[in-house]
Structure formats: C-alpha cells, structure tokens
C-alpha cells in the first residue's frame, strides 16, 4: 500500500493555509498557541527527522515569528530539541509521556481484548510499533489452563511476529524493507523468515487478505493470527494466540472476522475519543 510522503502530504494539505488541515481553534473553541504547538510537533513526527524553522512555517502556514516562537518554547520544555544545524527534531522529554500514554491505552482498549477472548476462547494482544520494534501493550489471557503469556512493555522483532507482519504491511515496501535492513531479520525457529525478499512478498499477501499469521515463527508449537487496527492514530495491532492443536484452520475460519470485528470497534472508539 504505497502511501504519500508524509511531508509532501503536508504540504498539500496546507495549500489553503489552514495550519495543516488539523482545525482552527476559533472552530473547536480551542487555545490557538497549544493547538500551533501540538500541529508542529505532530509535523516532526511525519517528518521522521528534523526540520528547519522555514520548512515549518512553509507546512504550517504560520509566519517565521510565530514558528520560531513557538519552537523556542518547546526546546525550553524539552519537547523539541534544536540540532547543532539549526533544525529541529522531538525532543526527550516526549518519551515519558510517550510511555505513559501507551500504558493507558493499553489499560483503556484491554475491555476489547477481553470480550475478544470471550468470542474466541484464546489470548488477545495489543500491541504497536514503536521505532524498527514492535511492543505489547496490554494482554488478556486465555482461560485454558495451556495458554500464551506476554508481559505487557515486551519488545520483539516483527519479522517473526503475526502483529509485527500486520503492522509492517502498513508500511510503503521501501520503508518496509528499510526496517528489517536496520533490525535484521534473525531466526528463532525453523520457520521463522530470514529472507526479505520474501517476507517483502508474504507483506503483499497480508495486505490482500487483510490479516496475518505466524506460523510458529517466534516460538514453536504456537499459532497466532493478528490484524492492524484501521487508521488508528499510532500503528496498533491486535492479535489471537494459543497453541497450535487449537489454532487450528477451523478455528482460524471463527478467530480472523473476530480480530476484523473488533478492530474496526477499535478504531470507531479512538476516532469518537478524538472528536470528543
């Protein structure tokens, strides 16, 4: 799914001069600054690298003045820091709230996780991309006595993961492949895909069929299916895991439309939460 450049994006969308398409605070009986602030931080972050102060007000719409004022405040925060070069990139200070925000996600979506387990009787996961790395969010556990356990904050590859292959085909295959190049692509198991020449073709088949499995990929003897959540603000996925003698097709056939059901849920909820 190839996707726009997230800064050439920007620019379009700001072709009217509209602050980046995000909603004049006049309209939502927002604080303009904060809502000024929060639209270049976010730019930042679709830039995935540092920007100069004239790139940013061309983006945003704003005058010189204004931007640099702002961008003054967040590097006095610590929100945003300013490069030997002039230009700006996010700063630490985000990675605690950061942290914290995808804790309380977890703890906020887990009702989904758990009525998931009652619909399909196996362990649910939440988990997202963080960086080249996928992380556990929250995990509800299946009520058999052989069941899958993840500790919510663990981090894995996803080139052997069912959420890890959801997420990654969301991505343009370039930056796909740019991913597994960084985090390399090492093997746990016997099946576990070392080649991303062909995983970069098992992406292509998980975009078509709108799910992805691992086939006993990162641990033996344990199935999982998993499907992205729908245009959810950070990249989320959602999963079912248990054991292979009850991951079975037939299992399969009841599990996959429950991970599609309750994604777009998902996604219906985080969208109404923002509109809010």
């Not at 995808?102 to 009652?118: D, H, Y």
């Not at 991913?179 to 073709?201: K, V």
């Not at 429950?258 to 996604?267: C, F, G, K, P």
Request: one cysteine or more; aromatic letters at 4%.
């Amino acid at each position: 799914m190839n996707e726009p450049n997230p800064v050439s994006g920007l620019a379009v969308a700001n072709a009217g001069g509209t602050s980046n398409g995000r909603g004049a605070a006049a309209a939502s009986g927002g604080v303009q600054s904060i809502e000024r602030a929060f639209d270049l931080l976010e730019m930042l972050a679709d830039a995935g690298g540092a920007l100069g102060l004239s790139e940013l007000a061309s983006l945003s719409g704003l005058p010189l003045p204004t931007v640099h004022r702002l961008m003054r405040t967040l590097v006095n925060r610590g929100y945003v820091r300013q490069e030997t070069s002039r230009r700006y990139t996010l700063g630490s200070r985000l990675i605690r709230l950061g942290e914290t925000s995808s804790r309380m996600l977890g703890t906020w979506l887990r009702p989904f996780l758990a009525q998931l387990v009652r619909e399909t009787g196996e362990t649910a996961n939440l988990a997202m991309l963080d960086g080249d790395e996928v992380v556990y969010l929250a995990q509800v556990p299946s009520p058999h006595s052989m069941r899958m356990f993840t500790e919510p904050g663990r981090r894995v590859r996803p080139h052997c993961t069912a959420v890890g292959k959801a997420l990654m085909a969301q991505l343009p295959p370039g930056e796909a492949r740019a991913l597994l190049e960084r985090g390399g692509m090492p093997a746990y198991t016997p099946t576990t895909i070392t080649d991303p020449d062909l995983l970069l073709a098992h992406l292509e088949v998980i975009r078509k069929q709108g799910y992805a499995a691992d086939e006993g990929e990162q641990e033996v003897g344990v199935r999982c299916f998993a499907v992205a959540v729908p245009d959810a603000p950070s990249s989320l996925a959602i999963s079912t895991s248990g054991p292979q003698a009850r991951m079975t097709d037939d299992a399969a056939a009841r599990i996959i439309p429950a991970l599609i059901s309750t994604a777009a849920e998902i996604s219906r909820t985080i969208a109404a939460e923002g509109a809010g």
